[in-house]
Antibody, heavy 121, light 107 residues
Framework: QVQLVQSGAEVKKPGASVKVSCKAF????????IAWVRQAPGQGLEWLGW????????NYADNVQGRVTMTTDTATSTAFMDLRSLRSDDTAVYYC??????????????WGQGTLVTVSS | DIQMTQSPSSLSASVGDRVTITCRAS??????LNWYQKKPGRAPNLLIY???SLQSGVPSRFSGSGSGTDFTLTISSLQPEDFAIYYC?????????FGQGTTVEIK
């Protein structure tokens, strides 16, 4: 069955970088996009960006543009999100999600279990 | 960015109640609207896509409607497992912004 399995929790100091991985199982990795979404403590869901594993195209949210890089390794069906120059307000649970098309529409139909990233001095 | 506003922010309801949550977009988004259920410590779960299409495996007590700027998620008969936070998301333009969430609590 379809599964997205993310890497474990991270604790980082302000200014450092973090790289979160998301390994896909149960479907052809290059057929679907991968999106990244985060949820800060007590807050709602925030769309960070997405990547097409087939083409390598990316699209990032303005508030992380310049600090984030999303990549994929098609040989291992794994997506990565690299976030640099971490700040305390980057503390959040980070999710990867499969980007599925329904005709001309899209939605995130499968999600990883989430990775807690804590930024603290 | 397109802003999504949900109402109410929270509600209290009893098992068996009919529950309605609304979501308003800051501009027309056609039917590019999804609904997700989120429980603490768990990943979001897709309920409705394209404003009114039920995702496979989701109980039929969930339904969605609307187009343009105004949308509704309805739970026809609230069950104990439905107590959660519900988010709408527009996918008309990137970034695919989410509403602030509606918490459904036990009365």
């Amino acid at each position: 069955q379809v599964q997205l399995v993310q890497s474990g929790a991270e604790v980082k100091k302000p200014g450092a970088s973090v790289k979160v991985s998301c390994k896909a199982f149960g479907y052809t990795f290059t057929t679907y996009g991968i999106a990244w979404v985060r949820q800060a403590p007590g807050q709602g869901l925030e769309w960070l960006g997405w990547i097409s594993p087939y083409l390598g195209n990316t699209n990032y949210a303005d508030n992380v543009q310049g600090r984030v890089t999303m990549t994929t390794d098609t040989a291992t069906s794994t997506a990565f999100m690299d976030l640099r120059s971490l700040r305390s307000d980057d503390t959040a649970v980070y999710y990867c999600a499969r980007w599925s098309y329904y005709g001309t529409l899209y939605a995130f139909d499968y999600w990883g279990q989430g990775t807690l990233v804590t930024v603290s001095s | 960015d397109i802003q999504m506003t949900q109402s109410p922010s929270s509600l209290s309801a009893s098992v068996g109640d009919r529950v309605t949550i609304t979501c308003r977009a800051s501009q027309s988004i056609s039917v590019s609207l999804n609904w997700y259920q989120k429980k603490p410590g768990r990943a979001p779960n897709l309920l409705i896509y394209g404003a009114s299409s039920l995702q496979s495996g989701v109980p039929s007590r969930f339904s969605g409607s609307g187009s343009g700027t105004d949308f509704t998620l309805t739970i026809s008969s609230l069950q104990p497992e439905d107590f959660a936070i519900y988010y709408c998301q527009q996918t008309y333009r990137t970034p695919g912004t989410f509403g602030q969430g509606t918490t459904v609590e036990i009365k």
